[in-house]
């Protein structure tokens, strides 16, 4: 009863908040806005920005820049302007960005939007909230410089994570196998298989063609813990991989990656593995690992890889493959705190504008026609509609490809003719589905053990790379490992995540 | 630059020179050495026409599988975009290095001077910034909103127009190139000090000029990561090799992040013909540069033989 | 000295002059003290950051996150000193830096040294033009060159290796071979530069001195010794002093990108630089950057001091200052 209550206050408000900044929209002042966006390919445009600027001048009074942030600059250019306080008033940021989220909201450099005494969500996004859904509102909840609240707008795209066996199948079944035999098997049985098949193709075939430390968490279970080292993770948290929201073998604890059974067991069978030819030694150095994965991945030169899914991929693989491949989960889908925290738009502290750049997220995110003009550009310049009113796209786009997964709520734009009519009902049924680990909402905050981290990132970059693709002794480098881990503050780390995780717990 | 000595000793060619033999063990060892150091620059122009199918079947070869101009129309597709960021690397080029020379030969010249007595402080001055600096968040920020660096060329320039590594350098070659006593009779003769550094001083340590030119030409060209921090929305004014970084750092992110960034990052990182483009980039970036280096050799050797005339 | 001449004009005016020439030579060295103010001196207030816990405040403007900011004293440094590798990470940055200072030195000295002498005009100068190749190569490319050669699955070297029968080397699971990879390399890419700098030191060098040694009967041995080299002194003890003042900095570039940031190589190829980066790419913290870099300057301006105090005692007209 009290949620139909709260559901019917948020549609009224919704809808007293939106006619009143329509109506009022003369009556503000003009605003310029400035955004900056991560992963853009954009060379023209000054089409799109008239038309964005022409609607926005009509809801909101104001103006848009963007900033086109690419892939290989945004984070030191992001960062930069933060550090230097420069008037850009959004920013892209995320769990994985060097602007990240939770550091830089404990840093003071975002606004807190749900502020009680300045509530820019209740005053002018409450629509906005209540499109999304509840894993993304509770993840972005963070403890920021003003307090547990809520720092930057979740972008609604593919919010869970899901690890997958990818299976060339073409090759599985010249040697007779069946994707059951990999569904019912698991890392530590896939030996036979894998001896099998380098038998018939050679030597110079690799069969299983892994990202190391995607196929730690893999064999073991364990999950990213938001806020740890992002570079090499640390910490390990096991979830349960029958029941994602149970506990884990462990319980709600965090723990030293390295130093587990689970670990332990992994890295010698991943030794056994690359000792018998299974794994690449490119795969272990880490500036070659991604281009050779990528290089056998399109000339199918793999048995078993390790893929972070989303959905489609299987079949988007197929055709840049020219296989047959298949995704055979790991574990159910799950959303965690740093799936949750994937994509999002914050506004700067150092903005003179904070209100304004709050509607405008709130159009963004909730106005179809807003969303479709800044992602595929103008229609008939940069997309037509086909007779099923799908998006096809034209020459043109070529000057205008921003990342659509890095803006805001896709769920508003129009599918494209690839994507299909009902894409948006499978992807909300898939990712609604997911289920979240008991953990979700908590972060780690690794500010008061940041000198042991810094020593700890350097000794985890010497040993975890080698030992997850089996290029190094476990019986010699592990204990070594750990010794060096120990010898940098481990324990002190561990324990301040722990202190903190039960603190969270208690919290709830 | 170096050769030619052998033209002012023409005369007694074999008489004051090494023996023979030892000028072949000479010859051997750069020989080898310039070997050494053209041989990669080979191998990138190989694979930047080597197919990406090749590159993907056997890995960087000097023979490859079958060959590609694909990275070159990859690269050429952008048109417009790479002629305006040529002709920008090529103003900024020019404007910055004859700037900067003049600005490090002015600045040098008195350090040289033995009775300049302010000479220690001018010296420490510019030394003491080799070594301390306030680093890069405060240098941006004076750079861009107490001086205006921002969207335009001087942002480009300015912050490189002066470096003390070259004072010490040019104020060296002014040692060891320029006799007190020459100063002194042009003093005596009466010539202005402006006079006597342009008229005098500058004809004798010309190839000290153009190499401290070159250095700079060569640091110009190389410099991007200006362009980055200072030219984020007039795209119209970035350099060349601001423009193929970006191409490359991109597929660079695309590459290591395709697992975070889903289906479409993805797909976009197949198109990319990452690995023979890194390798074209290289090439557009430094064919123009290494051909105006024979420029700066006949500069000097040019300087030399007015030098010597003098000397 | 000039006093003394003749005909010079009267004392009064002689004062004149002398100030008028010193303002001269200041104004020459206006522009760039004026550059070196703005673009050098004005940022050293960033110092600072290396004792803060920087953090944005209200309002947002970085002289007031600065101002705001709480003191840390030395904390920013102390994630330099924590890690177990410490000893080992200074003492690879220092030995590298000595042998590639002393290496470089002598090996670009003797090729100036043997261009200068070459006969053949085209030879020199072809030599030189493809001697400075390497240097508009960057690390990475050079990185992707050797890994060619290199890659334990590819590679040319294992392929041979393979061929012969021999077991295969894993190259970039193995330190013990990458001190002398590390120092080739670096001397590959930066011999063709300094070459040069000696190269135009030399032929500056006046002809006279070397005739008169000629006349004087001396080989062409004791030319190089006597003439050229006491000649070239003063431009190799600069850049000595210059490069002993970076002896806490390594090239990141080589140490980072050239062993493919593989770890298992980190006891022959973790510097300082690569240390403080892989620190930072996590925290993204700008007070332990800025005193990481502080901690580096303040070693590389001790070293200068005493380099040049030094070369100051023996040879005063040497010296940086």
Known sequence: MRKILALLLTLLLTASVFTFATAEAASLTPAELTIMFHGSNVTDDSAVLAKVNEYLKDKINASLKVIWGTWGDFDETSTMSLNAGDPIDMYFTCSWSQDEYNAYAKKGMWVRLDDPDNNLIEKYAADLWATLPQVLTDGAKIQGSDGLGVYAVPGYKDIATQNCWDINVDLLTKYGYTLDDIRNADYYSFGDILKTVKAGEGDSFYPLLVEGMVLERMATNSIIVAGDSGSTNLLSYYMNPTDISAEGPYGNVMLNKFATDEYKKFVEKTREYYLAGYIDPGLAVADTANDLRKNKQLTGQYLIGTQSYSLGYELQASQERNIHVEMVPCTPAYVDTTSSQGAMVAISTASANPERAMMFLNLLNTDPYLMMLLNYGVEGIHYTLNADGLVQFTDKRADYQPWTNGMGNVTLLTPTADQGKDFWDTFKAYYGAAKKIPIIGFTFDASNVQVEQSALVNVAAEYALALDTGAVDPAEKLPEFLQKLSDAGMQTYVDEANAQLTAFLAAQ | MLPTPSVTRRPNLRLNAVSAPTETVFHAVLLLFSLFCVVPFLFVVIISFTSEESIRQIGYSFVPQSWSTQAYAYVFRIGDALWRSYFNSFFITAVGTALSVLMTLLYAYPLFRRDFRQRHFFNFLSFFTMIFGGGLVPTYIICKNVLGLSENYAALIVPMLFSPFNVIIMRTFLQTSVPTELIEAATIDGSGEYHTLFRIVLPVVKPGVATVALLNALAYWNEWFLALLYIRQNTDLIPLQYLLMKMQRNADFIAKNSHLLGAEAANVAVNLPSQSLKMALVVLIVVPIACAYPFFQRFVVAGLTIGSVKG | ?321
Request: charge should be positive; include cysteine.
């Open chain 3, 1 to 321: 000295m000039r006093a003394m001449n003749p005909g010079l004009p009267r004392h009064d005016s002689l004062i004149g002059s002398r100030r008028r020439k010193a303002l001269l030579l200041a104004s020459m060295a206006a522009p760039g003290a004026l550059w070196l103010l703005l673009l050098r001196y004005l940022p050293m207030f960033g110092i600072v950051l290396a004792f803060k816990d920087y953090r944005a405040f209200k309002p947002n403007t970085f002289w007031n996150n600065i101002l705001k900011s709480d003191w840390v004293g030395f904390k920013n440094f102390e994630f330099l000193f924590r890690s177990p590798d410490t000893g080992r990470i200074i003492g690879n940055t220092l030995l590298y830096n000595l042998t590639f200072i002393v290496l470089g030195l002598v090996i670009a000295v003797a090729f100036a040294i043997m261009l200068n002498e070459l006969t053949s005009r085209f030879a020199a100068k072809t030599y030189q033009t493809l001697m400075f190749f390497p240097y508009f190569l960057s690390w990475v490319v050079a990185s992707y060159f050797l890994l060619a050669f290199l890659d334990t699955a590819s590679g040319m070297v294992p392929n041979l290796q393979k061929l012969a029968g021999q077991d295969v080397i894993d190259w970039y699971q193995s330190p013990q071979y990458w001190p002398a990879l590390l120092i080739g390399a670096n001397l590959w890419k930066n011999i063709g530069y300094s070459t040069v700098l000696y190269l135009a030191a030399i032929t500056g060098i006046d002809r006279a001195q070397y005739e008169a040694a000629a006349v004087d009967g001396a080989t062409k041995w004791q030319q190089i010794r006597h003439v050229t080299l006491p000649n070239l002194r003063t431009m190799i003890i600069i850049l000595f002093i210059l490069n002993v003042g970076k002896i806490f900095n390594a090239d990141f570039g080589l140490f980072y990108n050239v062993p493919l940031n593989s770890g298992s190589l980190y006891s022959t190829t973790q510097v300082i630089d690569t240390y403080v980066y892989r620190a930072y790419m996590n925290s993204g913290s700008v007070g332990m950057s800025s005193a990481a870099g502080l901690l580096q300057n303040v070693v590389g301006f001790v070293c200068i001091i005493a380099a040049n105090t030094v070369v100051r005692r023996f040879d005063p007209d040497s010296s940086l200052f």
